[in-house]
Nanobody, 121 residues
Framework: QVQLVESGGGSVQAGGSLRLSCVAS?????MAWFRQAPGSEREGVAA???????RYADSVKARFIISKDNAKNTLYLQMNSLKPEDTAMYFC??????????????????WGQGTQVTVSS
């Protein structure tokens, strides 16, 4: 069983930065960030596999960085050059059986409660 607790969301102006954190209990293999805006489907943002490989959605490449501190069992998402279209609830996800870095939500069994990110223009 893995429990995930996110933090770091908030409100920021376009062009600003935020860093999200997700503390995991247990030792998942792969972890990822997903987001969901009102009226939209959940979408994968970034993932990091058990081997450290990363994958990003095209919409956030070159702006967001996913990383993991294994000693602290904490996942991060550094978000730079934020845009209003990045506004969404951001969720941390983890898997204890999948070790890749695909951005498919069906691969991740454990989910956090979400943290809101709002970017104003």
């Amino acid at each position: 069983q893995v429990q995930l607790v996110e933090s770091g969301g908030g409100s920021v102006q376009a062009g600003g930065s935020l860093r999200l954190s997700c503390v995991a209990s247990g030792y998942p293999y792969s972890m990822a960030w997903f987001r969901q805006a009102p009226g939209s489907e959940r979408e994968g943002v970034a993932a990091i596999g058990g081997d450290g490989n990363t994958r990003y959605a095209d919409s956030v490449k070159a702006r967001f960085i996913i990383s993991k501190d294994n000693a602290k069992n904490t996942l991060y998402l550094q978000m730079n050059s934020l845009k209003p279209e990045d506004t969404a609830m951001y969720f941390c996800a983890a898997s204890s059986f999948y070790s890749g870095s695909q951005l498919r939500d069906d691969l991740y069994k454990y989910w956090g409660q979400g943290t809101q990110v709002t970017v104003s223009s």
